[in-house]
Antibody
Framework: EVQLVESGGGLVQPGGSLRLSCAASGFTFSSYSMNWVRQAPGKGLEWVSYISSSSSTIYYADSVKGRFTISRDNAKNSLYLQMNSLRAEDTAVYYC??????????????WGKGTTVTVSS | DIQMTQSPSSLSASVGDRVTITCRASQSISSYVNWYQQKPGKAPKLLIYAASSLQSGVPSRFSGSGSGTDFTLTISSLQPEDFATYYCQQSYSTLYSFGQGTKLEIK
């Protein structure tokens, strides 16, 4: 079964750091680009970051650029999101999502259940 | 950055109704639009990619159309399990973005 399982969420004070992990199984992780997407309480989806299969290409949303770092370990079938200088507005459920592709069209076809990050004093 | 604007923000409909949700991009994005369904407390689920291609396993009552700046998601005959929030997403730009969502509620 194709599966993504996020972990590492929790309560952190403003200005603090947290590292999220996403464990992949059931598919060849090293062949796929990956994304992080978040959803603040009662709000819509917000794309956060992208990493290519070989880690050679990385993108960030403006809202997290310079504070968050995406990475992956293909040997461990794992995706990470290092979050520094956290703010209240980073409070959200964080999802990892696999990027599927058909020709030059890209989409997020497999999602984890999410991990909750709460930034509060 | 590319902005995606959905309309309506919410919609009330009955089982069996035909429903259309619209998504407009702030610039032309060819057919680089995907549609997702999300139920409360659950992860999003891919329905449509490349504007009109049905994801494997998704019922054929879901369809997508459009190109350029205007896109639609249509549900031909609403089923009870279709009441959820729907999001469009563009993959034209390397900085992806989602619409604000359309909440489909039971009338």
């Amino acid at each position: 079964e194709v599966q993504l399982v996020e972990s590492g969420g929790g309560l952190v004070q403003p200005g603090g750091s947290l590292r999220l992990s996403c464990a992949a199984s059931g598919f060849t992780f090293s062949s796929y680009s990956m994304n992080w997407v978040r959803q603040a309480p009662g709000k819509g989806l917000e794309w956060v970051s992208y990493i290519s299969s070989s880690s050679s290409t990385i993108y960030y949303a403006d809202s997290v650029k310079g504070r968050f770092t995406i990475s992956r370990d293909n040997a461990k079938n794992s995706l990470y999101l290092q979050m520094n200088s956290l703010r209240a507005e980073d409070t959200a459920v964080y999802y990892c999502a696999r990027e599927g592709a058909a020709a030059y069209f890209y989409y997020m076809d497999v999602w984890g259940k999410g991990t909750t990050v709460t930034v509060s004093s | 950055d590319i902005q995606m604007t959905q309309s309506p923000s919410s919609l009330s409909a009955s089982v069996g109704d035909r429903v259309t949700i619209t998504c407009r991009a702030s610039q032309s994005i060819s057919s680089y639009v995907n549609w997702y369904q999300q139920k409360p407390g659950k992860a999003p689920k891919l329905l449509i990619y490349a504007a009109s291609s049905l994801q494997s396993g998704v019922p054929s009552r879901f369809s997508g159309s459009g190109s350029g700046t205007d896109f639609t998601l249509t549900i031909s005959s609403l089923q009870p399990e279709d009441f959820a929030t729907y999001y469009c997403q563009q993959s034209y730009s390397t900085l992806y973005s989602f619409g604000q969502g359309t909440k489909l509620e039971i009338k």
